[in-house]
């Protein structure tokens, strides 16, 4: 399980970057949740202040990293089934501790920064009953996070993000570090070569689709690895058959598998089609796992779905 977090000073996007991984499917834990559900038991109104102050409390009681051990059992349970969890809101260096102490070298964190001018006028326009209204107000509530220990946290961080530019830049950005984080998907390709059948024709046949497979043949039996998607997804545009892949994809997939079928005499020309796993002569039974990294990012980048025959929704890299 990946588990990837965000730090910033307030207002400096880690929300907006949330909300890029919710889209792309891929669960999020806000520390800043178990502060507002709190003050939501004691009955106490959601200002700024008042969840500073429980906020400091709990972090008196419990530890400066009581609020991440609060955290920790969700994020195991979402993982357990999606394989990468977003942490949200992280506000000091005992957190992050915590966080590393708990999920090792699977833990990930990335340091979102922005003046403090753009981050006021963000207040102003966000309008949420716990932001500040006046520049001094966000300048005393950086130094309260400061001496939880931001600072330091967002020093180690193992990517920055300068968030200054436009929305859009921010978001491809944020896109872009997480799918380069998640990245982990493995290929398999199998079939039977029969004794009519050409060795070489078939290598080349997965070759034309995957490029990089590194491929093994023994008694009659091909099997291939491969890491790159490239060229699969390419040919899916090429040949105008998102439709189609993101219909057997969606119906194939278990778990964190998915399982196609592609027919191998089309494949030696180059083309993909999608078949049954019974066909003749062997079809590449062509295996997906999916590690740390959600299906659903994962369709979309090979198959978007589509309007008119075009994707609606286009990711470029995974």
């Known amino acids: 399980m990946k588990v990837i977090a965000f730090v910033g000073y307030p207002l400096s996007g880690k929300s907006t970057a ?19 559900e709190e003050a939501v038991r004691r009955g106490v109104e959601l200002t700024d202040e008042n969840l500073g102050r429980i ?4 972090r008196q009681k419990e530890g400066m990293d009581a609020i991440a051990k609060r955290c920790i059992p969700k994020i195991r349970e979402l993982g357990s089934s999606k394989g990468v969890v977003v942490v949200d809101g992280i506000r000091g260096i005992a957190e992050v501790e915590k966080f590393k102490k708990a999920f090792g070298d699977d833990f990930v964190l990335i340091a979102i920064e922005s003046p403090l001018e753009v981050r006021f ?9 716990d932001d500040v209204e006046k520049l001094e107000d966000l300048v005393k509530r950086d130094k309260r996070e400061e001496s939880w220990g931001l600072k330091e946290a967002m020093e180690i961080a193992d990517f920055t993000i300068e968030n200054k530019g436009s929305y859009e830049d921010f978001i491809e ?18 079939t039977e070569i029969h004794p009519t059948e050409s060795e070489e024709k078939v290598v080349n046949a997965i070759k034309n ?11 009659g039996k091909l099997v291939g690895k491969a890491k790159n ?11 105008k058959i998102l439709d189609t892949a993101r219909s057997e994809m969606l119906k194939s997939r278990k778990g964190n598998e998915v399982t196609v079928y592609l027919n191998k005499q089309t494949a030696t020309v180059s083309k993909i089609n999608f078949c049954d796993s019974d066909a ?4 590449l039974r062509v295996t997906f796992r999916l590690n740390n990294i959600s299906f659903q990012l994962f369709l979309d980048y090979l198959a978007p779905e589509t309007k008119d025959g075009r994707p609606v929704k286009e990711i470029d890299r995974l």
């Open 121 to 129: 006028e963000r207040a102003k326009m966000r309008k949420r009953s």
């Open 173 to 190: 950005t944020v896109k872009q570090i997480l799918l380069n984080i998640a990245r982990n998907i493995e290929v398999e390709i199998e």
């Open 18 to 36: 949330a909300q890029v991984v919710r889209e792309v499917g891929i669960p999020v834990v806000v520390l800043g949740d178990v502060v507002r």
């Open 55 to 58: 906020a400091s409390e709990l």
């Open 280 to 283: 003749v002569l062997s079809p």
């Open 209 to 219: 689709i995957f490029p990089d497979a590194e491929i093994k043949v023994e008694d």
């Open 229 to 239: 998607l490239e060229r699969f997804r390419e040919l899916l545009r090429r040949q």
